[in-house]
């Protein structure tokens, strides 16, 4: 191979006549390419091999290998088998072509070769090469960019369940004390309205309060992590969801009523509604919708909650006349503990909506939120799953 830019491609030549070999070379160096040459197929194999040439000018009838065969064992080797091949034969029948481009070949010259058209074929080659191995390159970048992305979220989610795991024990550990320093507060305070002491009656009573705030946020962060570990799926059965919305409005209604707010229900239809639920987790969801309504409707508003049954879903919908959720906060109200610019002063500690989330994934379905025009429209979607 001779001397030239040390940067340019490298064709290998194979051919068994010296003056077809010496022509080829010397329109390939003109072209500014780097050549390498063979005499024969055995030779060819070895050269392309060591060389690793950027693409082969083959010809077809050599003594020994002739071309197919020398063509096809370049292949089978792995170090040469993406190596574009191009034959140079004076065989013009179809069959011959056929055998070729089975064998492997990329495309034909034909002898007696013209070498304008021998180098516009390579360097066509070449370039076709070069863009492969481009993309090549590029999907290997790609492939390890996606591997890497896809080991920094694995290492991200276990981070993410870590700490939910640690919050999930610290609430599991703490739930108990708490309790039993509740029912400790409870012996005092009856022990007290009996003294009539009504000064440490009411710190009492506050310290009662946020002992029940406590427990509360505990308990719902346990119930979170039966849900994300699937433990509440025992607890389905057929219910009527129905009765569950009923029995949650009526629940709510003296809240509503001390509020001046009109609290209504309205079914799509007065027959029951049966679906495979857990009916404890859906009560608690639904009555957290109706809380956050309540929290943020106008005073002597209206909250609408309704039911709507269709084939393969059940959408429980609670609606309010409040100030409602700017859309760029609503892929984040239900995450844990987010609390937006309009909660702040409000109760709670932004485990409401992260519940009824959950509860809604548990039962195939979602939450999403609309705008009511004015306020909001939250809508619990259950999938029915056969």
Do not use: W
């Not at 996606?146 to 290492?155: E, P």
């Not at 409602?324 to 995450?335: M, N």
Request: charged share 25%; proline share 3%; aromatic share 4%.
């Amino acid at each position: 191979m001779r001397e030239h830019n040390k940067d340019a491609p490298v064709v290998l030549v194979v051919d068994d006549t010296a003056a077809n070999l010496g022509l080829v070379v010397d329109t390939l160096e003109a072209e500014g390419l780097r050549v390498a040459v063979a005499r024969d197929g055995h030779e060819a194999l070895r050269r392309a091999e060591l060389v690793k040439p950027d693409l082969i000018l083959l010809d077809v009838m050599m003594p020994g290998l002739d071309g197919f065969q020398t063509c096809r064992a370049l292949k089978d080797n792995p170090v040469t088998r993406d190596i574009p091949v191009i034959f140079m034969t004076s065989l013009t029948q179809t069959e011959d072509k056929i055998m070729g481009f089975r064998v492997g070949a990329m495309d034909f010259v034909t002898k007696p070769l013209q070498m304008e058209e021998v180098a516009v074929r390579v360097q066509t080659h070449l370039k076709l090469r070069a863009l492969q191995r481009l993309q090549q390159e590029q999907n290997a970048r790609l492939e390890e960019e996606i591997k890497t992305r896809i080991q920094a979220q694995d290492a991200l989610i276990e981070v993410l369940n870590g700490v939910r795991n640690v919050s999930n024990a610290i609430a599991h550990d703490l739930r108990t004390p708490l309790t039993e320093l509740r029912s400790r507060l409870e012996v005092l305070l009856l022990g007290l309205r009996k003294k009539g002491d009504e000064e440490t009656l009411g710190q009492l009573e506050v310290a009662m309060a946020d002992v029940d705030r406590v427990i509360g946020i505990f308990n719902a962060l346990l119930r979170l992590a039966e849900i994300d570990a699937g433990v509440r799926r025992s607890g389905f059965v057929r219910s009527d969801v129905v009765t569950i919305l009923s029995d949650a409005v009526e629940f709510y209604q003296p809240v509503a009523e001390l509020r001046g707010i009109s609290l209504t229900l309205l079914l799509c239809s007065e027959r029951e509604v049966l679906a495979e639920v857990d009916p404890l987790l859906l009560a608690q969801a639904i009555g957290n919708l109706i809380d956050n309504a309540l929290k943020y409707a106008q005073d002597n508003g209206e909250v609408e909650v309704s039911l709507c049954e269709r084939k393969d879903r059940i959408d429980v919908t609670v609606s309010d006349d409040g100030p409602g959720i700017p859309f760029t906060e609503r892929s984040k109200v239900t995450e844990r503990f987010y609390r937006g610019d309009r909660s702040r002063g409000t109760p709670g500690v932004g485990l409401g909506l992260a519940l009824v989330k959950a509860v809604a994934t548990l039962h195939h379905g979602f939450l999403e939120f609309t705008d009511n025009e004015p306020g909001l429209a939250a809508t619990m979607t259950i999938l029915r799953v056969s």
